[in-house]
């Protein structure tokens, strides 16, 4: 029971990775508040649906308003929300970039410029924005993301600076996923995919659970002094 009693408010939680993450803080012990542009029922006590499109500031603000009405404190964040408009660079249209950009950057900075101040006031709280070895390496045909994967490391650094001001005692960090076995990988070609998972160590994609769990060790007090880290769970891909 690693976040007992804790409050967190997990984007992107409906699918994929978000949703193991929900998963694996509800068995935790922790009461989550689950932000998707697409709702999903919930299932157990300890679980609150909010639709939100993270990408847009007001709604954003609406949500958080909803959740103070629900929790008086929010103990971790995580920025799981992400979506992918995958193109070669001279085919790529300005909607393709300029939404992975609205939604990749500008929707975790909204959340968080509401949700990390409020942390910092109460003198605790971690963070945990969901990076990618897209973000870390670059990757053909992703421009977009990589830039927006890669400006998530970077509001990661300076957010573990700025909340930690004044005694905020607010640990920030990413978690850099691999490719991992979500409805976002059915758009990769297979030859692409036997490439990714031949380039691990491990030889395989990882499962949602794998990177949730990684998710776990930085929302829980076993990371206490892990801050303004970007914690690359990739099977040993680029070694
Ligand atoms: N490496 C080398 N060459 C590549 C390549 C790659 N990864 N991808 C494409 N190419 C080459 C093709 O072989 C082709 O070469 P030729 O012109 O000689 O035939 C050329 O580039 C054009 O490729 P396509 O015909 O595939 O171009 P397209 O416009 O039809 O499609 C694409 C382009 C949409 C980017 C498509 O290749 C694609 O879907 N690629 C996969 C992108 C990807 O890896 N996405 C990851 C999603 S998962 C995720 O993002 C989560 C995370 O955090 C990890």
Redesign the pocket.
């Known amino acids: 029971m690693l976040l007992k009693d804790k409050v967190a408010v997990v984007t992107g939680a409906s699918n994929g990775i978000g949703r193991a993450i929900v998963d694996v803080f509800i068995e935790n012990g922790a009461r989550v508040i689950g932000l998707d542009i697409v709702e999903i029922e919930s299932w157990n006590p300890d679980f609150t649906m909010i639709k939100v499109d993270i990408s847009n500031t007001a709604d954003c603000e609406r949500a958080y308003n909803e959740i103070n009405t629900m929790a008086d404190r929010i103990d971790v964040l995580v920025n799981c929300a ?1 979506i ?1 408009r ?3 660079t001279k ?1 790529m249209s300005e909607e393709q970039f300029d939404q992975v950009i609205a939604v990749n950057v500008k929707g975790v900075w909204n959340l968080t410029r509401l949700i990390g101040p409020a942390m910092q006031a109460n003198g605790s709280g971690s963070i945990i924005n969901i990076s ?4 870390v390496f670059g ?4 421009s977009n ?1 990589a830039a927006s ?1 890669a400006a998530v490391i970077g509001m990661t650094k300076s957010w573990a600076k700025e909340f930690a001001l004044k005694e905020g005692n607010v640990r920030v960090n990413a978690v850099a ?4 076995m ?1 409805n ?2 059915n ?3 297979a030859e ?1 995919l036997e ?2 998972r031949s380039s691990t160590m491990l030889g395989r994609l990882a499962e949602p659970i794998e990177i949730a769990n990684s998710v776990l060790f930085l929302a829980s007090d076993l990371s206490s002094y892990i801050t303004g880290e970007v914690l690359n769970v990739n099977g040993g891909m680029r070694l």
Do not use: E, I, R, W
């Open positions: 992400g992918t995958d193109a070669m085919k990618s070895v897209v973000g990757n053909v045909g992703q993301y994967k996923p691999g490719y991992t979500t976002m990988m758009s990769v070609p692409l490439k990714f």
